[in-house]
């Protein structure tokens, strides 16, 4: 048997993981879903293998540093971001496996509709979405549809091999009642969440039940895709999965494919390019296509003041909708944090902004935000 | 042709998540276009079977009504596999149909060999623990001292003078309960015992039940294992009270720490050793790390889960064993 050294080491877990950023690092605790910003004088105190020597820090450190080292050295053992091992036993820890891959050719697929919409609900999602074996799908509408409408969709819906389903939708009480939409939400599993717009109350109208089955209200008016494209903590996503797939790919837009309200095949509903429409184009050779691409690989490394920021492998993106409009890396439009001095600022009356608010012809939209 | 092509099969349960899993990396493999692919749940109950074995032939073979000669993997992961005998003989005499269950029990049990290659067998299932141990121990692995009893022996109870013990059920730890109008489900999660306890029950008898002694944990760890290669993960669940003797009594607000791992050379050699004796190509292994870095193996269940393995380790596990299925 090996003789045992003490554990004099602590040693970050692989899923808690340090993003620097330009004055701050955050630890992204992947697995328990949460951040907690630390100072970047922290993150440098571990060795490339994430291992700190407690010992020789205590030779190294003044008292005053010690006594603050002392207190994160609590925080990083309170959140288990670390444990106490030897040098030996810290070697059969390895990082974790960075790869993201998906057994999917789309992963996702964003429908939208209103009252002019052809689409052929039936043949979308029976023959096309499963071409690209597509498991999550969210229909947004911009006008009001009565409640069968939604359930003929349901039905071929449960039928296929989508996993689950976001609806976005008008709410209107001519239509059908908060009630029956909750009794709807609950005889339907696939669905996740759906959300009621132009509603006239911000409100939970339905609890989740792990992690489905979730109905809000919302007074915001989303009649077009414009609303879409914010960047919030609320939309972080703090997993293996999100951010594995930032190391490489574009957060909002890798394997999304998106129909638009007139059957237009694009990579987002916001964005300009359609290659081709549904009427007589196959989504399997849009998601094929080098061109259609492109777009996935926009990482996040590569993206103005993205680049310089601790929350950028756990936030979301937006490429529709971007600070300079010619430059494909330039920042989310509507992202109103600023790294260079840790403050989320709002974006709409960012001087700097308006010149693309008037672009996309957002005026009346930043407006009502306000 | 769609005639020629070679199907591989899975039999696996409704709802299990894995199978689905596997199942959406099989068809995102374009390989899988060559396959047919079928799945069924539940018990698989042959109706017409030959079994034969010829001295101009190496192995027995069968021809039966539900393994077709053009399967070429057969993944088994859930459900049972058994000959049925025809309604009309079964009607008779509760005489006849205890003649014919142990006739059929054996030849069922030898069916197991006769199946298709793959990973897992139904057989795997019929695995023993104390079995497992003997292999174990000829493996040069350390196991905890381990009782399986339905009294306490004099020398059970000599032992428990010094030690602490844990007990736990014989394999699956839910039995379902017939009360009055009501079907109840009892769940035993793995329980410190001690003397006091013991001395409760003690002379009478009880169900068959598994005593271990106690290891002191640093942590945990479970690993995949599949033809060779393992996939492990650490569990730190010491830290919590409410999984300290068993990580299944979950703590959903702040789960055990689950990070990757990899055991030491020497082990996974002896683990893989263990494996090829008692020929289970596929299962999961729990490990126990001591405070002192020592190994103690815990148990091999064949058709364990690996859902949490490899989504926290992110290893892929689901991919690896659609690549396995596909060759």
Redesign the interface.
């Known amino acids: 048997m090996e003789e045992t050294t003490p554990t004099q080491h602590i040693k970050l877990h692989s899923n808690c993981i340090p993003v620097k950023g330009a004055m701050r690092s955050v630890i992204c605790d992947l697995q328990r879903n949460l951040y907690i910003p630390v100072p970047h004088s922290l993150i440098d105190l571990f060795d490339e293998d994430s291992l700190l020597n407690l010992e020789l820090l205590e030779t190294t450190l003044d008292t005053a540093s010690l006594q603050i080292f002392s207190e994160y050295l609590h925080l990083l053992e309170r959140q288990e971001f670390v444990f106490h091992c030897n040098k030996l036993e810290a070697k059969n820890f390895p990082t974790i496996n960075t790869e993201w891959d998906f057994p999917s050719q789309a992963t996702n697929c964003v429908i939208d509709i209103n009252q002019g919409s052809e689409h052929d609900y039936t043949d979308l999602i029976q023959n096309e979405l499963d071409s690209v074996n597509c498991h999550y799908v969210q229909l947004r509408s911009f006008d009001a549809f009565s409640l069968s409408f939604w359930d003929d969709i349901i039905k071929i819906i449960n039928g296929s091999p989508i996993r689950s389903v976001d609806f976005i939708i008008m709410d209107v009480s001519a239509c059908f009642s908060h009630k029956e939409i909750s009794e709807w939400v609950y005889s339907n599993r696939k669905i996740r969440c759906v959300t009621l717009h132009s509603s006239s109350e911000n409100k939970i109208v339905r609890q989740q039940n792990l992690g489905f089955s979730l109905v809000l209200s919302v007074k915001e008016k989303i009649n077009s895709p414009i609303s879409c494209g914010n960047i919030h903590p609320s939309y972080f996503s703090i997993n293996v999965e999100s951010f594995t797939e930032s190391l490489a790919h574009n957060t909002c837009l890798n394997r999304k494919i998106a129909i638009d309200t007139e059957g237009n095949i694009k990579n987002c509903p916001s964005m300009a390019k359609s290659y081709g429409n549904i009427r007589d184009t196959k989504l399997i050779d849009v998601v094929n296509n080098a061109d259609f691409q492109k777009v996935w690989h926009i990482k996040k490394d590569e993206i103005t003041k993205c680049k310089d920021c601790e929350f950028r492998h756990i936030c979301t993106d937006c490429r529709a909708y971007i600070e300079n409009p010619e430059d494909q890396y330039s920042a989310p439009l509507k992202c109103g944090y600023n790294p260079y001095t840790c403050q989320w600022e709002e974006w709409s009356t960012n001087p700097l902004k308006q010149q693309a608010i008037e672009y996309y012809g957002m005026q009346a939209l930043v407006k009502d935000e306000k | 042709m769609e005639m020629s092509k070679s199907t591989i099969l899975i039999h696996s349960a409704d709802f299990d998540a894995s199978t689905n899993d596997v199942l ?2 099989l ?2 493999n374009p390989q899988s276009k060559n396959f047919n692919i079928k799945r069924i749940n539940g018990s698989i109950g042959i109706d017409t079977i030959s079994m034969y074995i010829s001295s101009s032939k190496e192995t027995p073979a069968s021809v039966c009504s539900f393994f077709d000669p053009n399967i070429k993997f057969y993944w088994y992961r859930r459900g049972a596999l058994e000959i049925l005998a025809p309604n009309k003989y079964l009607i008779y005499s509760d005489n006849f149909n205890h003649v014919t269950k142990s006739d059929y029990a054996d030849y069922n049990k030898f069916l197991k060999e006769l199946v298709p290659k793959g990973i897992n067998n139904p057989r795997d299932n019929e695995i023993n623990k104390l079995k497992v141990y003997v292999h174990a121990k000829q493996c040069g692995l350390f196991f905890p001292d381990t009782y399986i009893l339905n009294s306490f022996s004099d020398d059970f109870l000599e032992k428990l003078k010094g030690k602490e013990f844990v007990v736990k059920s014989l394999s699956y730890p839910s039995i379902s309960i017939h009360y009055k109008s009501f079907e109840v489900d009892l769940y035993s999660s793995t329980q410190l015992i001690n003397l006091k306890d013991v001395l409760k029950i003690y002379p009478k008898t009880f169900l068959l039940s598994q005593f271990q002694e106690y290891i002191p944990k640093k942590y945990e760890i479970r690993t995949f294992y599949l033809n060779g290669i393992f996939k492990s993960m ?1 569990i ?1 669940s010491q ?1 919590n009270e409410q999984t300290k003797v068993d990580f299944r009594n979950y703590d959903l607000e ?2 055990n ?8 050379k020497w082990y996974e050699t002896k683990l893989h050793e263990l494996m090829l004796s008692l020929e289970i190509n596929c299962g999961s292994i729990d490990t126990i790390v001591t405070p ?3 190994f103690y193996f815990l148990e091999i269940n064949p058709i364990g889960q690996f859902q949490w393995l490899s ?6 596990i ?2 690896m064993i659609a690549d396995a299925l596909l060759h």
């Open positions: 959406d990396w068809y995102y650490a730190f830290q702040r789960p720490r689950c990070v990757p791992y990899n055991l030491p002192d870095d020592e989504k926290n380790c992110n290893y892929f689901e991919r």
